[in-house]
């Protein structure tokens, strides 16, 4: 018997790691795939890094025979490498860089469609894989992510001539604030980078929105005057330097840490994916790795199933499950850095 999304007219809004998994997992059961990407290019440079990655989970979604990239090991990755890695094992013009996906039509119908300029395109299954502000999240439930009460300041630069990584941690108000960070691989074997973070609470006026695909915004790149003065207070001078270096050198932007836990994840053929349907704490180190798991299950409710709509409700109630497993360890995490009942400072003034 044929999987049943042999011949599948799949549509995915998102190309970051979750969207491309599940590309990638549809494509190898024979779906027709399109990913279509509002960044008007890939994210082959993007900074950051996983500190650990499930490898084996990761050449499974892709179909790896053992040619594939020589740097996907078990550690410090840097999101580049992996995002390549993904976009590599798809067929030439499968993901459409800078087309936005805005709205669906006939969400409710067996054949819901998006529209792709003047064209109305229609789709046997729409996946949302796009982000924390997602645009697909609302055909399928009301919930939207809520802010837990701090902010990871991250950090990217060379290793050599910085030394590190920060380390320390400090209690103030009820408040835990705390600076760590690992090395990670830089891209394109471009030398070994500093993937660093400090945690602080801060008040949900002082930060930015949920976005997409994790995106920051320019105007939030410009790191403020009082951030490296409140690391001198709270962790020290060496950690200081470190982080001034950092923000010479490389770069340090802020990401609020906003968490969320659908009730549902699937209406009638519109699926949500990774951040679109659940997001947790950096402190979980499950996020990237969620929402690749939400791949492999698609994968295997598809292979599993005797319908669509009995493959599709399987995937529903797992992810609704595994999401607010991650959102229980977001929440304990948030016990540390924002406990409830306590009121959140700024920075600033706590300087």
């Given amino acids: 018997m044929s999987c049943l999304a042999n011949q599948l007219n799949v549509a995915i809004s998102g190309a970051s790691l979750g969207g491309l998994s599940a590309a990638n997992v549809l494509h190898r059961l024979g779906a027709n795939v399109t990913v279509f990407e509002s960044f008007s290019h890939g994210f082959h440079t993007r900074g950051g890094a996983l500190g650990a990655v499930d490898v084996d989970m990761l050449k499974d979604i892709r179909g790896d025979n053992g040619n594939g990239h020589k740097r996907i090991r078990g550690h410090g990755h840097f999101y580049g490498d992996l995002w390549q890695y993904l976009f590599q094992g798809l067929p030439d013009g499968t993901v459409q860089f800078g087309v936005d996906v805005e709205g669906i039509v006939d969400a409710e119908s067996q054949a819901p469609g998006i529209r792709v300029g003047d064209e109305l395109r229609r789709y046997d299954l729409i996946i949302g894989a796009d982000g924390g502000r997602s645009t697909i999240r609302k055909y399928v439930t009301d919930q939207q992510p809520t802010y837990a009460g701090y902010t990871v300041w991250r950090g990217l630069c060379p290793t050599e001539g910085i030394s590190g990584p920060p380390s ?93 836990a659908s009730d549902r994840v699937v209406n009638q053929r519109v699926l949500l994916l990774g951040d679109a349907a659940h997001m947790a704490s950096p402190r979980t180190g499950a996020g990237a790795y969620t929402a690749m798991q ?47 009942g306590v009121k959140v400072v700024s920075p600033q003034l706590l300087l």
């Fill in 168 to 260: 320390g941690s400090a209690e103030f108000g009820g408040c835990h604030y705390e600076t760590l960070g690992f090395p990670c691989a830089g891209p394109d074997g471009s030398g070994t980078l500093w993937n660093c973070g400090v945690y602080m609470a801060m008040p949900e006026e002082e930060v930015e929105a949920p976005t997409k695909n994790r995106q920051v915004k320019a105007g939030m790149r410009e790191v403020p005057e009082w951030f490296v003065p409140f690391v001198r207070k709270f962790f020290g001078k060496s950690n200081a330097k470190f982080w001034e270096e950092c923000a010479k050198v490389g770069k340090v932007s802020p990401h609020a840490v906003w968490e969320l």
């Fill in 294 to 340: 939400d791949a492999v299950m698609l994968r295997e409710v598809m292979q599993q199933a005797s319908t669509l709509e009995e493959a599709l409700s399987m995937y529903n109630d797992d992810t609704v499950r595994r999401g607010h497993q991650l959102y229980r360890r977001s929440r304990n995490a948030a016990m540390s850095f924002a406990p409830p």
